[in-house]
């Protein structure tokens, strides 16, 4: 079941690779104005989506024209293993539609611990300037694995409420991404691609935009795979997002998602094949679904 996962990797795994006993790079760099954060809250030991933005004088940038490179350093290693680089490569631009650029990158973590992480961004027509970033690589995966079954869950849809607009907090909400429950998915012998977000109360302005991305993929792939949209709130849905502690849907609980949006692609089989923390875009995912369509996983 999993030479799967290990499949789609690598087909995707384009960067961080490991460097043996290579130190890091002298390349002078002016004083940084540009500052990496972490798009993503759940790291773990094996392959992961690793997306950093970039800010720029305390705004967020979307410019596909600007070159990032990561290195890696395990920072709970010796002495040597700490200045030592244990991966370093180009990370890909997706910000296409999003409110701001994502510069992704696919590392496979061996070990469990803090991790250092050297970004060097260089802006157009600019000297490069470096961010640094440390993060926390957990043993195990708190959220559904790549390779486990996805957890079935009766999820609403048209045929069980035909209101959208108490299943979704989308304003203009897509039918064709509330036609089956994440329960029926499974059992139906399709691949699946099913989206967690609130659209209308996304802490991060990224889950209208996916959403959107999510209903133009079911466009070019609906008759070959399913489509799913879930709704993070309880109906109503602004009464949900003030009570304290938020009142979340039954399928956040039980795929044990803290955050969202969160896209989940899973073989026809119901296996998780590849999943996705913060914004999507159709530049990331098609190139993984057609790969998904072309071997029948």
Request: proline share 9%.
């Amino acid at each position: 079941m999993q030479r799967w996962w290990r499949i789609l990797y690598g087909v995707i795994i384009v960067g961080l690779v490991g460097c043996g006993a290579a130190t890091p790079t002298a390349t002078p760099v002016v004083k940084s104005r540009v500052q990496a954060v972490l798009a993503a809250s759940n790291l773990v030991v094996g392959p992961n989506r690793l997306p950093i933005g970039l800010i720029v004088d305390g705004s967020p940038i979307n410019d596909p024209k600007v070159q990032v490179k990561l290195r890696l350093y395990y920072l709970d290693g010796t002495d040597a293993e700490k200045t030592q680089v244990a991966g370093e490569g180009s990370a890909e631009y997706f910000g296409q539609g999003l409110p701001a650029g994502i510069y992704v990158t696919y590392p496979d973590f061996k070990q469990a611990g803090d991790w250092g992480v050297e970004v060097e961004a260089t802006l157009p027509g600019q000297t490069p300037t470096v961010s640094t970033l440390r993060l926390s690589v957990l043993a195990q995966d708190p959220t559904p694995a790549l390779g486990s079954k996805a957890i079935a869950v009766d999820t609403p849809t048209v045929k069980t409420n035909p209101d959208l607009s108490q299943i979704s907090s989308d304003p203009k909400p897509n039918p064709a991404l509330y036609q089956l429950s994440i329960a029926d998915a499974i059992k139906s012998g399709k691949p699946t691609a099913i989206l967690f977000g609130t659209p209308g109360f996304c802490k991060t302005a990224t889950c209208g935009p996916s959403v959107t991305v999510l209903g133009s993929l079911q466009k070019t792939y609906g008759d070959k795979m399913n489509f799913i949209h879930v709704e993070v709130y309880k109906f109503p849905f602004s009464e949900s997002v003030q009570a304290n502690p938020p009142l979340l849907v039954p399928a956040m609980s039980e795929w044990r998602l803290q955050s969202e949006p969160w896209l989940f692609l899973l073989g026809k089989d119901g296996t998780i094949v590849n999943k996705y923390e913060g914004g999507i875009t159709t530049e990331e995912l098609g190139p993984m679904i057609d790969t998904i369509l072309s071997q029948g996983i």
